[in-house]
Each structure stands twice: as C-alpha cells, then as structure tokens.
T-cell receptor, first 113, second 112 residues
Framework: DGGITQSPKYLFRKEGQNVTLSCEQNLNHDAMYWYRQDPGQGLRLIYYSQIVNDFQKGDIAEGYSVSREKKESFPLTVTSAQKNPTAFYLC????????????FGSGTRLTVV | QKEVEQNSGPLSVPEGAIASLNCTYSDRGSQSFFWYRQYSGKSPELIMSIYSNGDKEDGRFTAQLNKASQYVSLLIRDSQPSDSATYLCAVIRGTNAGKSTFGDGTTLTVKP
C-alpha cells in the first residue's frame, strides 16, 4: 500500500546537536510539506517542496533545513539554531498543488534532553 | 486575528447525538477546505474536503461551506465513542502551492 513513512518515531536531541528526520513517500506525489505541532495547537508550516530540487520556506523556517534530491524523499534537519525544537513533526504530501488534501506520515516526536 | 479559527472546545456529546464543529477563515481568496481527524498521539487523517458552497455528505459526516460568511462546518451524525478525537479545519488560499493553513482544532468527546 502507498503511504508516507517517517522515521524515527521518537528522537532525543542534545543541546547544540543537529538531527535529521526522514520522510519517504511512495504515492508518486509531487508536493511535500513539513509541519510542526505543539501541544494543543494546530500545525505550522516549516518548509515545502512542489518539485524535485526546489523547496520554499514556510512560516517558521528558522533553525530548520531541508533537501529534495528525489521525488520520494524530503528530509528535515533540525539545527542547533532552533532554540525550542521539542514538538511533534509531521510530513505530508499531496498529488499536486491544485488544492488537494494531504496524506500524512505517522510523525516524529522530538524531545530536547 | 488567526487565519483559521475553530471553537476552542472541548465539545462533549452523548452517543447517537449530532456533533457540530465550526470553523471560520479570514482570507476571502480561500478556495479549498478540509477537515482532518487526529486521534491522541497520532497524525491527522483527511476525512472531508469541500470546494463549493453548500453541503457535502459522506456517510455520517456532512461538511457545509458558506463562502459569503467565510464559514465551514462539520456535522457528525449518530456520534460514536470512536469519533472522540481532535478535529482540525484547514484552508488553502487559491492555488497557493497547496499550502494548508490549519486551525488549532476542536476536541470532541462522545460519551457512551
């Protein structure tokens, strides 16, 4: 079955450390997105990509970086510049940017220790 | 003012009742509207999408859109305990790279 795989499910980061969250999809979707969710809040957009080798900043891109070298993959790096990274990170995709709903991965829960 | 606002909740209804969830949005250029269900500790799941004014029904779910009032709602008929979750409203402005803006969600509890 097609879907989005996020790994790891849980991640612990030490102060000053960069960590990378994986997102892989086999839905043949062009557009991919990274959102962050804090407790009791909605989703906030970090980065998005409409096509391979192209990506754009979302509303809260500071302290994060991404790459899109393959259609299937859109990894997110949380850098040491992100001062409050503890959150639930969600990767999503949609078949194109014409206004369709998302398919989400199962998420990565990141905690700073 | 937030771009997408939902009733803060929590909302509690008895089993078998109709649950009504509401959402307003600020951008009149919005064209695509979605409801996602999110169980505690899990990722959101798309349950309804609506693009034109009126009602759209899918099983026990009905989405209602009123662009003039900038209002979208979700009705859940014959509510079941398994419907207990947080419901997120999301909006896309035009063809804005498919970027969705989400409300903070309304938590629904269906009591047996």
């Amino acid at each position: 079955d097609g879907g989005i795989t996020q790994s790891p499910k849980y991640l612990f980061r030490k102060e000053g450390q960069n960590v990378t969250l994986s997102c892989e999809q086999n839905l043949n979707h062009d557009a991919m997105y990274w959102y962050r969710q804090d407790p009791g809040q909605g989703l906030r957009l970090i980065y998005y990509s409409q096509i391979v080798n192209d990506f754009q900043k979302g509303d809260i891109a500071e302290g994060y970086s991404v790459s899109r070298e393959k259609k299937e993959s859109f990894p997110l790096t949380v850098t040491s510049a992100q001062k409050n990274p503890t959150a639930f990170y969600l990767c999503a995709s949609t078949r194109d940017t014409a206004g369709y709903g998302y398919t989400f991965g199962s998420g990565t829960r990141l905690t700073v220790v | 003012q937030k771009e997408v606002e939902q009733n803060s909740g929590p909302l509690s209804v008895p089993e078998g009742a109709i649950a009504s969830l509401n959402c307003t949005y600020s951008d009149r250029g919005s064209q695509s509207f979605f409801w996602y269900r999110q169980y505690s500790g899990k990722s959101p799941e798309l349950i309804m999408s609506i693009y034109s004014n009126g009602d759209k029904e899918d099983g026990r779910f009905t989405a209602q859109l009123n662009k003039a009032s900038q209002y979208v709602s979700l009705l859940i008929r014959d509510s079941q305990p398994s419907d207990s979750a947080t419901y997120l409203c999301a909006v896309i402005r035009g063809t804005n790279a498919g970027k969705s803006t989400f409300g903070d969600g309304t938590t629904l509890t269906v009591k047996p």
